[in-house]
């Protein structure tokens, strides 16, 4: 069974920094793309950042561009979302997902899905 759980979400200071974890299980992990997007209340799901299998190629949401950092751990089966200078903006649910390819701002393109962790940022 696959299952990609996320954690370290939770209630920051403007100009913080988190770091977000997301574990891949049942699948080989060194095989898939891993994303994380993000949905804000009352907004649709968006990109936030993307690194393909060999972490060869990265791709960022300009809104994230030079605050936030992913990065994985084949070893560990995890990808990481560091967050730093942290925006009230930056407030939603971050989600991880998985693709065999490389689409990575195509939602449609990722097959696997976390549920989410809460992040929030006060001003």
């Known amino acids: 069974q696959v299952q990609l759980v996320e954690s370290g979400g939770g209630l920051v200071q403007a100009g913080g920094s988190l770091r977000l974890s997301c574990v891949l299980s049942?699948?080989?992990?060194?095989?898939?793309?891993m994303g994380w997007f993000r949905q804000a209340p009352g907004k649709n799901r968006e990109f936030v950042a993307a690194?393909?299998?060999?972490?060869?190629?990265?791709n960022y949401n300009e809104a994230v561009q030079g605050r936030f950092t992913i990065s994985r751990e084949d070893a560990r089966n995890t990808v990481y979302l560091q967050m730093t200078s942290l925006k009230p903006e930056d407030t939603a649910v971050y989600y991880c997902?998985?693709?065999?390819?490389?689409?990575?701002?195509?939602?449609?393109?990722?097959?696997?899905w976390g549920q989410g962790t809460q992040v929030t940022v006060s001003s």
């Open positions: 690194i393909s299998w060999h972490g060869d190629r990265i």
């Open positions: 997902a998985a693709d065999r390819g490389w689409a990575p701002t195509n939602q449609d393109a990722y097959d696997q």
């Open positions: 049942g699948r080989t992990f060194s095989d898939y793309t």
